[in-house]
């Protein structure tokens, strides 16, 4: 099952090329820890004070990364990162990290995940986790990657007349979260245009069954496209009111029909967390972790967001801050799937890897559950 142990992230190597770094805080003691280690990469490290001064300076500095403190997002509340995310112009697409420490409230992650955060950095931060992030994102040397074999390689799924991944649903959300990239189109014109991407062939179309008649016709005008010519098709009966167990139920066959056994990570069980964890690969005493935050936990794995994740099939050690209680679980795991960091292009999917849990006791499973048992009856 397991492909030879390898990062997806990066080694350490010079920077390709000149990188800025915008910090979103007051001068604190993370901010002269950030900026020491920006010096010694050779790279620009800027500092504004709050969210509200932040955003019109993204077209203006061009930063590489922005690095936002947690304690703006716990003052100023759900909205504020939004800012920093446009949709078009300079700033698009310019990656948003937060910057967390110890103790830091669950309900900052939460709004800063449901604003599109893609990765986390435990203060202080560490030269090795930075420099290999601002390694992919300016595609310097140190961001070759060795290409996944093909049982490890992302699977594309068009999900044809749905507008996006809440629709029928949340089914392309669950898809998302299980390390698929997906191709949204409510439309047959606007699905026939994203075909004519380059590099866009889908593995499976998904097509709703509700009107039955209308799906019949989309499959149809859909199979006209000569990229789809042997693509295997599926049309679910969901919709606005799907419940998730009717969803989960349609996980196996869309599964099989992709060509994955992702059934360990028990992603039906799965429920919304937030929370940091740092992931690190080798024996106990060489281990060289590195920062990110999980956003969604089941009694099988957890999905964890970050830039840089470790490459399928790795062996990784975790330890997984729990902020409710303060403490620090710690467990081994194996990545099953991973989304490094590249331009999206149309696809939509979250940047990071999905980790299955390995050797886990009957005490740790029990606080799990307890765990995913908790945040569903909220």
Excluded at 180 to 204: D, F, I
Excluded at 261 to 270: K, V
Excluded at 350 to 367: A, C, I, K, S
Aim: charged share 15%; glycine share 12%; net charge positive.
């Amino acid at each position: 099952m397991m492909t030879a142990p390898g990062p997806v992230r990066p080694l350490a190597a010079p920077l390709a090329a000149p990188a800025r770094l915008l910090w979103v805080g007051t001068v604190s003691e993370p901010w002269l820890a950030l900026s020491r280690v920006a010096r010694s990469l050779g790279c620009e490290s800027l500092q504004v004070h709050s969210l509200e001064l932040a955003a019109p300076e993204l077209a203006r500095l061009k930063p590489t990364l922005v690095l936002v403190h947690w304690r703006q997002v716990y003052e100023h509340g759900v909205g504020g990162l939004g800012a920093l995310r446009p949709r078009s112009g300079a700033g698009a697409g310019v990656p948003v990290m937060l910057v967390a420490e110890e103790g830091t409230p669950a309900e900052v992650l939460e709004a800063a995940e449901s604003e599109g955060l893609e990765d986390c950095l435990l203060a202080p931060p560490r030269l090795p986790e930075l420099r290999e992030r601002l390694a992919v994102l300016t595609g310097g040397p140190a961001a070759a990657r060795v290409p996944l074999a093909a049982r490890h390689s992302p699977r594309v799924v068009l999900m044809a007349g749905a507008s996006g991944p809440r629709a029928w649903g949340g089914l392309g959300a669950l898809l998302e979260s299980c390390g698929h990239h997906l191709l949204y189109s409510a439309s047959v014109e606007g699905a026939a245009a994203r075909l004519q991407v380059p590099g866009m062939s889908p593995h499976l179309v998904l097509v709703s069954g509700e009107g039955p008649l209308a799906a019949l016709r989309l499959l149809s005008t859909l199979r006209a496209q000569p990229l789809l010519e042997g693509v295997p098709a599926l049309t679910v009966n969901v919709g606005m009111g799907t419940r998730p167990p009717v969803l989960a139920a349609l996980l196996p066959r869309i599964h099989a029909l992709l060509g994955r056994d992702l059934s360990s990570l028990r992603a039906e069980e799965r429920v919304p967390f937030c929370c940091p964890v740092e992931f690190g690969e080798g024996g106990s005493r060489g281990t060289e972790w590195t920062s990110g935050f999980s956003s969604a936990l089941s009694p099988g794995g957890l999905v964890i967001r970050t830039l840089v994740p470790a490459r399928p099939g790795t062996a990784v050690r975790l330890r997984i801050g729990l902020p409710t209680t303060r403490e620090r679980l710690e467990t081994h795991g194996v990545v099953v799937w991973a989304n490094p960091y590249a331009p999206r292009g149309p696809l939509a999917y979250p940047y990071g890897m999905g980790v299955q849990f390995l050797g886990m006791g009957p005490p740790r499973l029990m606080h799990l559950r307890q765990l995913c048992q908790g945040v569903a009856s909220l």
